[in-house]
C-alpha cells in the first residue's frame, strides 16, 4: 500500500515538473524581443493563413488565456508546423525520439555496467596502481568537453584510420537496396552507433565507478565481509556475491541525478556525429530559427528525463524497502 | 574573563581563523591531486593574466585575440587558409583569419575565470542561503516550498534550456549566460547545505543562542553559515567546473557570444571554418585547456573534502 503511495507521489511531483518545463517554454517564447506571432508562424505564410493561425493560437486573447490555449494544444500534441521542414513537429519529434533513445540508453547501459564492475574491482584493489590509473583516466573523460573528445574519436577511427563512419546513422544505398534483409540493416545501424556509443560511455562511466568504489570501501568494512572472507570463500565469490551486491544501491541512487548530466552529454554526441536524434534536431531548429520544432525537441528531452527517473525511482522502491517508509 | 575589550577579540578570532588555515592546509597537503589541481589552476591564471605583456611585447594590433591578423602571412596550401602551424612569430599557429592562437588561448583562459568564477560564487551563494532558511525551518511549508523548486530545477534539461533561452534572446551576451547559469545550478549547493544545518540545528549552541534570544536570521547566519562554509566552497569548486564546460558547450553549438574569445569558442570558429581535421594545432589546444582547468578545480574539490569529513583523512 505505501509502496504505491511512494510511486503516485512521484508520479504527481514529475507531472508538476512537466508543467512548469511547459510554462517555462511558453513565456520564454513570449517574453523575447518582437512579436511572438512571427516566432510561431512562418514567415513565407499567406497573410490570411497567418490571421487563421493567430485565431487559432489566441494571439489576440490576453495572456491568461492564450496561456491555457497553449497547455491545451501541448497537451493534444498540436505543436504547429515545422518551419524548416514544413511537416508537422510531432511527426518530426515521433521519429526522432527513437534514435536518441537507442544512443543514450545503450550508453547508459554500457557505462554502469562498466562503472560498477570498474568500481567494484578498484575497490577491492585499493591503494594500487589499477586504482589509480582508473580513477584518473575516468576523472579526466568527466572533465573533458564531450564534444572535443567526440571529436578527437572521429579524427582517430573515422578519419585516419577509416574504420568507422563519418557520422549519421544509416548508409542510404544500402537501406535503399530491397534484397538487405534486417540483420543486415541492424549491423548497420550498429556499425554507425559504435563511435558516439563509445565518446557517450567514456564520459559517463567515471561518476558510477567513483560512488560504486566507495560504497564498495564502505561494505568491505561490514562484519559479514569479514565472516564471509573466515569461511574460506573464494575472493570472487565474496567481491561479487557478498559485497557487490550490497554496495550497488547508492549507485542507483545516483543515477536520477546524473540525467540531466547526461542528456547535455547525449546531445552534445548527437552534434559531433550528426547522430539524427532529439538533441541534433533541437540545435538545427535554433539554428534555422525553427520555433515550433525547437519548443517541441526541448519539452521531449525533458520529459525523457522525467520517464527516466520515474522508471529509477520505482525500481528503487524495489532495491530499497526502506524508501518505502 | 570578559571580552569586553573589542581589540583583544579580535586578535583572538584572526589567530583563530589563521590557525585553522594552517592545520586544514596541512591536511590539503596530504592528498596529492590537491597539490596539483591547484597548480595548474595558478598555472592558467598567470596564463591568462599574460595577454596584455604577450600583446605588447608582439605588437597589440596583429596579437589581439579577437580582430588582430597577421598581414605578413600567405596562404597556406595545406589548409587553404591563413591558418598555419606552430612558427617563431606565432608559437601555437594561426586561425584562419591569421589570428595568433597563443592570444585567444590566453584571452580563452580570462573569460573560463570569469564565467567560473562569478557563476560558481553567485549560484553557491543562493544554494547556501536557500539551504540554510530550508534546514533551519525544516519541515515547514517555506522548506518544502524551496526543496520542490530545487528539484524541479534539477530535473530541467539544462544544456537543451540554455541552447534555446541564448538562442530566443538573440545571442546571449556572456553577462546573460553568467546569469542564466547562476539561477540553474544553486540546487545541488542547496540540497547539501540543508541537511547539514538541519543536523546543526539540534546542537547545543543553536539552543542556547535562541533561548538568548537571536533571531533566526541572526543564528542562521552568524552562527549556523560559519558551519557550512566549508562545504559551501567544496561545491563552489564543483561549479566552477559545470559552469566552465557548459560555457564551452554553448559556445562550441554556436549560441555564444561573438565578441568574447573563448575556448569553446575557438573550436567553435575551427569548426565553422573546415578546420578540425586540417588544423590540428588549431583544434587541440582549446579542448585540453577546458578538460586540465576543469580538472583542477574537480582536483581542489575532491581534496577538500578531508578537511570537511574527518573519516576521510589518511591518519
Redesign the interface.
Known amino acids: 500500500m505505501s509502496m504505491t503511495r511512494y510511486i503516485g507521489r512521484r508520479v504527481i511531483e514529475i507531472v508538476i515538473t512537466a508543467f512548469v518545463l511547459i510554462t517555462i517554454l511558453f513565456f520564454l517564447f513570449r517574453v523575447m524581443p518582437g512579436d511572438p506571432v512571427s516566432m510561431m508562424l512562418s514567415p513565407q505564410m499567406r497573410p490570411e493563413i497567418k490571421a487563421q493561425l493567430r485565431v487559432q493560437y489566441g494571439f489576440d486573447k490576453p495572456l491568461v488565456v492564450q496561456y491555457f490555449l497553449y497547455m491545451k494544444n501541448v497537451l493534444k500534441g498540436n505543436f504547429g508546423e515545422s518551419f524548416y521542414y514544413r511537416e508537422p513537429v510531432m511527426g518530426i519529434v515521433w521519429d526522432k525520439l527513437p534514435n536518441t533513445l537507442l544512443l543514450f540508453g545503450s550508453a547508459t547501459i554500457l557505462s554502469y555496467a562498466l562503472g560498477i564492475t570498474l568500481g567494484k574491482i578498484i575497490a577491492w584493489k585499493r591503494g594500487s596502481k589499477t586504482e589509480y590509473a582508473a580513477t584518473v583516466a575516468g576523472l579526466a573523460f568527466y572533465n573533458m568537453p564531450i564534444f572535443w573528445i567526440g571529436i578527437i574519436v572521429l579524427y582517430i577511427f573515422a578519419y585516419k584510420l577509416d574504420l568507422f563512419p563519418m557520422g549519421g546513422m544509416i548508409t542510404p544505398e544500402l537501406w535503399m537496396n530491397a534484397d538487405v534483409t534486417t540483420i543486415q540493416k541492424a549491423l548497420d545501424i550498429l556499425y554507425h552507433l559504435t563511435l558516439p556509443l563509445i565518446t557517450l560511455t567514456l564520459l559517463l562511466f567515471a561518476s558510477s565507478m567513483l560512488i560504486m568504489r566507495n560504497s564498495m570501501l564502505e561494505t568491505l568494512r561490514q562484519d559479514y565481509i569479514t565472516t564471509a572472507e573466515a569461511k574460506g570463500l573464494p575472493e570472487k565469490v565474496v567481491r561479487n556475491r557478498h559485497a557487490a551486491r550490497n554496495a550497488m544501491l547508492p549507485v542507483a541512487t545516483s543515477f536520477s541525478l546524473s540525467l540531466a548530466f547526461s542528456l547535455a552529454g547525449g546531445v552534445l554526441t548527437e552534434r559531433v556525429f550528426s547522430w539524427p536524434g532529439l538533441g541534433w534536431e533541437l540545435v538545427n531548429a535554433t539554428v534555422n530559427y525553427d520555433y515550433p520544432l525547437a519548443q517541441a525537441a526541448l519539452l521531449f528531452l525533458g520529459i525523457v528525463i522525467l520517464v527516466m527517473m520515474l522508471v529509477a525511482d520505482i525500481i528503487l522502491v524495489f532495491l530499497d524497502p526502506r524508501i518505502r517508509y | 574573563m570578559y571580552y569586553d575589550d573589542k581589540k583583544k577579540k579580535k586578535k583572538g578570532t584572526i589567530g583563530i581563523v589563521a590557525k585553522s588555515l594552517k592545520e586544514n592546509w596541512l591536511i590539503f597537503k596530504e592528498e596529492k591531486i590537491g597539490i596539483i589541481g591547484l597548480a595548474l589552476i595558478i598555472f592558467f591564471l598567470i596564463f591568462g593574466l599574460l595577454l596584455p605583456a604577450y600583446e605588447h611585447a608582439m605588437g597589440p594590433e596583429e596579437y589581439n585575440p579577437l580582430v588582430g591578423m597577421d598581414l605578413d602571412l600567405n596562404r597556406n596550401p595545406v589548409t587553404g587558409t591563413f591558418s598555419h602551424p606552430p612558427s617563431k612569430a606565432h608559437p601555437l599557429g594561426t586561425d584562419f583569419k591569421g589570428s595568433d592562437l597563443l592570444a585567444q588561448l590566453m584571452n580563452g583562459s580570462q573569460m573560463a575565470f570569469l564565467v567560473g568564477i562569478v557563476v560558481a560564487l553567485s549560484s553557491v551563494a543562493i544554494g547556501t542561503v536557500v539551504g540554510l532558511v530550508s534546514g533551519y525551518y525544516g519541515g515547514s511549508l517555506i522548506d518544502s516550498l524551496l526543496m520542490?523548486i530545487s528539484?524541479?530545477i534539477?530535473?530541467?534539461?539544462?544544456?537543451?534550456?540554455v541552447?534555446?533561452?541564448?538562442?530566443?534572446?538573440?545571442r546571449l551576451s556572456i553577462w546573460g549566460l553568467v546569469f542564466v547559469l547562476a539561477i540553474l545550478l544553486w540546487p545541488n549547493t542547496a540540497k547539501i547545505i540543508r541537511s547539514q544545518t538541519l543536523s546543526l540545528r539540534e546542537r547545543p549552541y543553536v539552543e542556547s543562542a535562541r533561548v538568548a534570544g537571536a533571531s533566526g536570521f541572526r543564528i542562521m547566519f552568524r552562527h549556523l553559515a560559519p558551519n557550512v562554509l566549508p562545504l559551501s566552497i567544496v561545491y563552489m569548486t564543483l561549479n566552477v567546473?559545470s559552469a566552465i564546460?557548459?560555457e564551452?558547450?554553448v559556445s562550441?553549438?554556436?549560441?555564444g557570444d561573438p565578441t568574447k574569445v573563448s575556448w569553446?569558442m575557438m573550436?567553435q570558429w575551427c569548426k565553422t571554418q573546415g578546420h578540425?581535421?586540417k588544423a590540428?594545432w588549431w583544434?587541440?589546444p582549446?579542448?585540453g585547456c577546458?578538460?586540465l582547468l576543469?580538472?583542477a578545480f574537480?582536483?581542489v574539490g575532491t581534496a577538500m573534502m578531508p578537511i570537511i569529513n574527518p573519516s576521510l583523512r589518511k591518519r
Not at chain 2, 541552447?163 to 538573440?170: F, K, Q
Not at chain 2, 562550441?252 to 549560441?255: A, E, M, V
Request: aromatic residues 12%; proline residues 7%; hydrophobic residues 65%.
Open positions: 520542490r528539484e524541479i534539477l530535473s530541467l534539461p539544462l544544456l537543451p534550456l541552447i534555446v533561452v541564448a538562442a530566443v534572446l538573440g567546473t564546460l557548459i564551452a558547450s562550441f553549438l554556436g549560441f569553446g573550436l578540425l581535421f590540428l583544434m587541440l582549446p579542448g577546458i578538460g576543469c580538472m574537480y582536483f
